[in-house]
């Protein structure tokens, strides 16, 4: 009597090494929202804004 072969895991690609130039993509911090800004476009807002994050030698 033969056994059955047993099953084999699906074949798995390890992760590929790549050596392209990183600077040529943009990172996460390219932008406004990467640093945590807040979105801008009302004039009293950016007002505001400015007023609350002045530091106190700027009073």
Do not use: N, Y
């Not at 390219?30 to 804004?49: H, K, M, V, Y």
Request: charge should be negative.
């Amino acid at each position: 009597m033969s056994e059955a072969p047993e099953p084999r895991a699906p074949h798995v690609p390890k992760d590929a090494l790549i050596f392209d130039d990183p600077l040529s993509r943009p990172s996460a911090d390219d932008t406004d929202r990467g640093w945590g800004e807040r979105p801008t476009g009302d004039g009293a807002a950016d007002l505001a804004r400015f007023l609350d994050e002045k530091p106190p030698h700027h009073i």
